[in-house]
């Protein structure tokens, strides 16, 4: 017969399968990039730009309209140079963009469509540009100033430089046309079937 020490007798020990909060199991997990963000780097974000071997001559120019969704939220549209010379009377505003590719401190990716303009000088698109170059070679911020109608270009102190870790060693996690596919899901109008061209009624 067994006795009642044998019957509540626990089957482990708990301290014996329990980890401890610093366990590290060897089996190291890869981000999956499913979400790039499509715009500037925001005004409290250190940010970089990714080298891809030809400075900023590595980045497309492109043309970008604003126009309404089917819900009447105003996104921004990539046009190819066919559809935007075809379209261009009933699709404004659009600009030309430069597609930067580049990251912050925090590991987040980012297309960031620099604006030029080569017909009449812009201290937006001006300063816009000096920073992104900055930003090929050191952490960066951008910051408005609308009284002077500029960004203002922030430099990483010395100091912050030693703590802050870069999270891609300025290497790419995905490639860069990838990149812009996810920034711009349904958003790249490439033909006449595209529900943006649809949507405007024109027949070209």
């Known amino acids: 017969m067994q006795t009642d020490e044998k019957k509540t007798k626990p089957l482990f020990d708990l301290k014996k399968i329990t980890i401890a909060d610093d366990f590290d199991d060897g089996l190291r997990g890869q981000k999956v990039f499913d979400v790039v963000r499509f715009d500037k780097p925001q005004p409290n974000e250190w940010f970089k730009l990714f ?36 379209y261009k009377d009933y699709l404004k505003p659009y600009t030309r963009s430069v597609l930067t590719y580049g990251y912050t401190a925090q590991g987040m990716i980012f297309i960031w469509p620099v ?24 952490w960066t911020q951008i910051q408005s100033d609308k009284a002077q109608k500029c960004y203002v270009h922030m430099r990483m102190n010395d100091k912050y430089k030693q703590e ?33 061209i649809q949507h405007i009624g024109v027949k070209a």
């Not at 080569?118 to 992104?132: D, F, G, L, R, V």
């Not at 870069?166 to 529900?195: C, G, Q, T």
């Open 51 to 86: 080298d891809l071997g030809k400075g900023f001559e590595s980045f497309a120019k492109v043309v970008i309209t604003k126009q309404p969704d089917a819900r009447g939220e105003e996104q921004r549209y990539l046009l190819t140079p066919d559809i935007a010379q075809t």
């Open 115 to 138: 604006n030029y303009n080569p017909e009449y000088a812009n201290k937006w698109h001006e300063t816009a540009k000096a920073i992104a170059l900055a930003a090929q070679h050191e």
């Open 164 to 196: 802050t870790k870069d999270p891609f060693n300025n290497k790419p996690p995905i490639a860069y046309e990838l990149a812009i596919e996810k920034a711009l899901v349904n958003r790249i109008v490439d033909s006449e079937d595209h529900p943006l």
